[in-house]
């Protein structure tokens, strides 16, 4: 899962142009939001087994937010990986680390992703960590069935749908159409306080400060600039009939045609 910034807040950019995410309001990214549900439901339609679900998440301290999320959705346990050499990462970092955590925790059946961040929308950290792990991948899911240990999917494409199917051990990862995420009840958020939630550092994974960060990133962000203010919209009036001149005038001077 992914600590992002609260999209209704006031987000920036530290003086390295990395995202601010210690001064600014973050929460559990919404597309992961998605990948905690179908985790949720493979392990109730898979009663009387012994599963776990185990949320895991890289980030500032104030990440620990988006693990205790999951864990009052229903999670039993929880990950946070945090370490200031961490910021700046890339996905290729990202995908590093997240592959070291899983390993450390035990590699599971199932390693299930959200289709994207929201701050982000890579859409890359799946398929990285597939690789990384070495490990099937079943990407883009957009209606999740379980049996056993195979798992297909529908991946709706641009012309058609896609019905794939795989074997576990694999990763996953769904989109927002799999279905709504539930919302943490009373019950679900008192339990939350007494499950387990670990804290790793980059040391507790085998990795060195030079291995991750801005200084090993692949891209960077040269620069960046505030959003104008909004202005007052132009009318385009058709008293005469040259309405459709000048807005069509008014589209190619925007660059919009």
Do not use: H
């Amino acid at each position: 899962m992914k600590y992002v910034p609260d999209a209704t807040a006031d987000r920036r950019f530290e003086s390295d142009n990395t995202v601010d995410r210690v001064g600014v309001d973050g929460l559990l990214s919404e597309l992961d939001e998605y990948a905690v549900e179908q985790a949720l439901q493979i392990k109730e339609k898979r009663e009387g087994d012994d599963v776990t679900v185990t949320a895991l998440c890289i980030g500032p301290e104030k990440a620990v937010d988006a693990v205790r999320k999951a864990l009052q959705m229903g999670a039993d346990q929880g990950v946070i990986v945090t370490d200031e050499a961490i910021a700046g990462s890339d996905y290729l970092a990202t995908s590093l680390v997240l592959a070291k955590a899983i390993e450390k925790i035990g590699v599971p059946d199932l390693v299930v992703c959200g289709m994207a961040s929201t701050d982000a929308s890579g859409s890359v950290v799946p398929a990285m960590l597939a690789e990384r792990l070495d490990l099937p991948q079943v990407t883009f899911a957009s209606v999740v069935e379980t049996q056993g240990d195979q798992v297909r999917v529908k991946r709706d494409g641009d012309i058609a749908t896609e019905v794939i199917g795989g074997t576990m051990p694999l990763v996953l990862s769904v989109t927002d159409q799999t279905g709504e995420a539930r919302y943490p009840s009373f019950k679900g958020i008192m339990a939350a306080k007494k499950k387990p939630l670990e804290t790793y550092s980059l040391s507790d994974l085998g990795l060195e400060a030079d291995q991750v960060g801005l200084g090993t990133a692949w891209s960077t962000v040269e620069d960046t600039t505030e959003r104008p203010p909004r202005t007052a919209g132009e009318i385009v009036k058709d008293e005469d009939g040259s309405g459709a001149t000048a807005l069509t005038d008014f589209l190619v001077s925007k660059k919009f045609i």
